[in-house]
């Protein structure tokens, strides 16, 4: 089973920038279906984005199109979410998930399917 670590949350303006990051151990994330989620307190757990492990396709939920962008570092065994133009809306614990192949981004992201969690990191949105 692989475990995912996430880091790279704060505290940040509106407007700003943060990467977050997740580290895998326990196995190749290259043979998985990687992607990130999060939840704000009272509101539903949300797909943002996931990339497939078999053809690197993406998905990103509407309200990141633009603005966030997901990718991998193989080498690194990694997997990042570069997150611009911050809103408020965007505060939330984010965590990263993985299922195996062939599952695809949109079988991970808005159907669920998730295999392994991180524990999340928290973006803060100042006021």
Same mark, same amino acid.
């Given at each position: ?51 497939? #492990?078999?053809?690197?396709?993406? +998905? *990103?939920?509407?309200? $990141?199109?633009?603005?966030? &962008? ?5 080498? =690194? ?10 809103? #408020?809306?965007?505060?939330?614990? +984010? *965590?990263?998930?993985? $299922?195996?192949?062939?599952? &695809? ?5 808005? =159907? ?16």
């Amino acid at each position: 089973q692989v475990q995912l670590v996430e880091s790279g949350g704060g505290l940040v303006q509106p407007g700003g920038s943060l990467r977050l990051a997740c580290a895998a151990s326990g196995g190749t994330l290259a043979e998985y279906t990687v992607g990130w989620f999060r939840q704000a307190p009272g509101k539903d757990r949300e797909g943002v984005s996931c990339m497939s #492990s078999s053809n690197g396709r993406t +998905y *990103y939920a509407d309200s $990141v199109k633009g603005r966030f &962008t997901i990718s991998r570092d193989s080498a =690194r065994n990694t997997v990042y979410l570069q997150m611009n133009t911050l809103q #408020s809306e965007d505060a939330a614990v +984010y *965590y990263c998930a993985t $299922v195996p192949r062939p599952n &695809t981004a949109q079988d991970l992201c808005i =159907r669920g399917r998730i295999g392994a969690w991180g524990r999340g990191t928290q973006v803060s949105i100042s006021t």
